[in-house]
Every structure is written in C-alpha cells, then in structure tokens.
C-alpha cells in the first residue's frame, strides 16, 4: 500500500474503509444513544455479540488501514526530506503494527 | 545553476485561504487528531470490557477536567472528518462537484462541524 505506483489503489481503500467505518460508527452511536446511563454488564453483553465483535474487529482494521493511508498522505505533502519522512513513516508503520496486535488481544481476550 | 530570486512568504497566518483550502486543511488535522486518539481508544475499549472495576476506572477516568477536554477534541474531530469525508465520497460519485457547490458544502460542512463541537462542549460538560 502506498509507494506504489498508482494512487487509484489507495484512493480505492481508503473509500471502502470510510464508507465501512461512517456505517459502524452509525450503528455505534444509534446502541450508545439509546441505552441511558450504560453499565458493564449491558456494555459487555453488546460488544461480546458475536455479530457486534467481528464487525467491531472489522473496523478495527479498516480504522488502522484508513489511519495508514491519511498518514501516508500528509507525511508524503508536509514531510519532504526522505530521512524524516521515512523515519517518520516507519514509527507510525509500527504503531499500526502494535494496535493490530492490541486489538486482536483486545477482541479475543474478554 | 539558477538562483530563484522569487519572493517567498514565510508566513502562513497572512495567507487567505479559500474556504475549499480550509476544510481540506481541517479535514487533515482532525484526521491526524484521530490517529493520536486510537491508543485512547483502544486503552478505554480493553478496560471497559475486562471488568466491571475497568469499566468504573475509564467511567472516572473521562470525568476529570484534562481528559474530558481530550474527549471533547477527538469527539469533535471526529464529527468534522466524517462531514468532510462524507463531502468528499459525494462529490466522488458527482454529487455537488462543481466549484460553487463545493464552495458552499465546504460551509456547510465547517458550520455543522462547529455546531456540533459546540454541542459536545456543552454535552460534555454537563456529565459527572
């Protein structure tokens, strides 16, 4: 993704992953708004839904992708010199990483 | 080698920028805004979820003065990406594309954006 040579890839995903994450986000706050004063026991019985974890995973994902390509983006027009960029570049590369590995260990560990 | 003699502007605050300029910068800010908040996040969804002793520390925790300020950015920011991004996705498919139009959701989507902060501000503000 990105460094490629064509930006219709990019441009493509980064479509796909807004329209999957303003859908989710919809849904997200139609449950919040309509459960007054949330406790644990409501909050945990939604999200282990099996249908509310996977696409919760989901938008996990398309939250990292989306994040890689509007990084990817600014970096590419702010950050000019390549040593800067690509450091840069490489820590936020790393981040992503983690918060994969973190929501993974998130969604299979309650 | 030529020596570019041009002048230059270092000063960005003396720039005009048109309102189209405007919400394409405020849509990368807060964009960038939500990539600081996805380990906020990602922290607030696994204590919330792992007991119900997590549950009340993130309940307490987003109730000091600090925190509910980071709260009210990100929400706010987020907001404003989505009404920028929705923009965007219409004018993919040819909905409101010409300059006029896109002069005038830029509007539209910067005054939601704030009128909606201001809402979460109050919103915000008012839980304990």
């Not at chain 2, 405020?26 to 204590?47: D, M, N, T």
Request: proline share 3%; glycine share 6%.
């Amino acid at each position: 993704m990105s460094g490629g040579r064509s930006g219709i890839r990019d441009w493509k995903w980064q479509r796909f992953s807004a329209i999957y994450l303003a859908g989710y986000l919809i849904y997200l706050v139609a449950f919040l708004g309509t459960s007054s004063h949330l406790n644990y026991a409501q909050w945990f019985e939604f999200m282990h839904h099996p249908w509310v974890k996977a696409t919760t995973f989901l938008a996990l994902i398309s939250l990292l992708i989306h994040a890689w390509i509007g990084v990817w983006t600014i970096a590419t027009d702010y950050l000019k010199p390549p040593v800067i960029r690509l450091s840069f570049l490489g820590l936020v590369m790393v981040a992503l990483g983690i918060y994969f590995a973190w929501g993974i260990q998130i969604m299979w560990g309650f | 080698m030529l020596i570019d003699k041009r002048p230059i502007n270092k000063n960005p605050l003396s720039i005009h920028l048109p309102i189209t300029a405007l919400a394409s910068i405020k849509h990368r800010i807060s964009g960038f805004v939500l990539f600081l908040a996805i380990p906020l996040l990602l922290w607030a969804l696994q204590q919330s979820l792992a007991s119900p002793s997590g549950f009340e520390l993130v309940c307490s925790f987003f109730a000091s003065y600090w925190m509910k300020l980071v709260i009210w950015l990100s929400l706010a920011s987020l907001g404003l990406h989505c009404l920028l991004g929705l923009r965007h996705l219409l004018m993919d498919i040819h909905i409101a594309d010409s300059l006029k139009s896109a002069r005038f959701s830029a509007w539209l989507s910067l005054i939601l954006g704030a009128l909606l902060a201001i809402w979460l501000a109050f919103y915000i503000g008012s839980q304990v």
